[in-house]
C-alpha cells in the first residue's frame, strides 16, 4: 500500500486531524512526505481541508461531487467522449477539409480521436486523417533549387 493510500485511509478514519498530527500516526516515515502527501491528497479532491484558526485540519472527501479512488485515474488515450465536444470537432475539421486547409484538418480530426471512446468513431477518424494527409500537398522544388550532397555549385574557373 502506497503512502498515499495510507494517508487517506486514516484520514478517512480520524477526520479532523491536522497535518502536523497526521505526520505523528506515520513514524516510520519522513514528516515531510506525510505532510507532502496529505496536500496531494486536497489537491487530487480526494479530501477536503477547512482552516480552523491557523491550521488546515484535513476531513474525507465524502462530501465532494466527485470522489477519486486511488485506483480511479482518468486514462490518457481516451477523453470524455461527450457528443457534443465531437460534434464540434468534426464539424470544425470539415470545414477546414472544405477550404482546402488538410494539415489543420488532421490535426483536429485527432483531436476528434482522443476526445472519442468508441471503436468505430476512432477508426473512422484516423481514417478522415490518413485521407487529409494524403491531400495535403506536398512542396516540389525545381531541380535547379536542389542541391544534393557531392554536387559541385559555382564556378569552375
Not at 486514516?10 to 496529505?38: C, H, K, M, W
Amino acid at each position: 500500500m502506497s503512502l498515499l493510500a495510507k494517508v487517506q485511509a486514516f484520514i478517512e478514519l480520524n477526520p479532523g486531524l491536522t497535518s502536523n498530527e497526521i505526520a505523528d500516526a506515520f513514524p516510520e516515515y519522513a514528516r515531510f512526505d506525510v505532510q507532502r502527501s496529505a496536500s496531494k491528497l486536497y489537491r487530487c479532491k480526494r479530501v477536503n481541508r477547512r482552516m480552523d484558526g491557523d491550521v488546515f485540519r484535513y476531513y474525507a472527501g465524502k462530501d465532494e461531487a466527485v470522489i477519486l479512488t486511488l485506483r480511479q485515474k482518468r486514462s490518457g488515450h481516451t477523453g470524455s467522449g461527450d457528443p457534443m465536444v465531437i460534434a464540434k470537432l468534426v464539424s470544425r475539421a470539415e470545414e477546414l477539409e472544405s477550404r482546402g486547409l488538410f494539415n489543420r484538418a488532421s490535426i483536429v480530426w485527432l483531436e476528434a480521436f482522443s476526445e472519442s471512446q468508441f471503436i468505430y468513431e476512432r477508426e473512422e477518424f484516423l481514417r478522415r486523417r490518413q485521407k487529409c494527409l494524403n491531400r495535403i500537398k506536398k512542396r516540389i522544388r525545381p531541380v535547379e533549387q536542389v542541391y544534393l550532397a557531392g554536387r559541385f555549385v559555382g564556378n569552375v574557373e
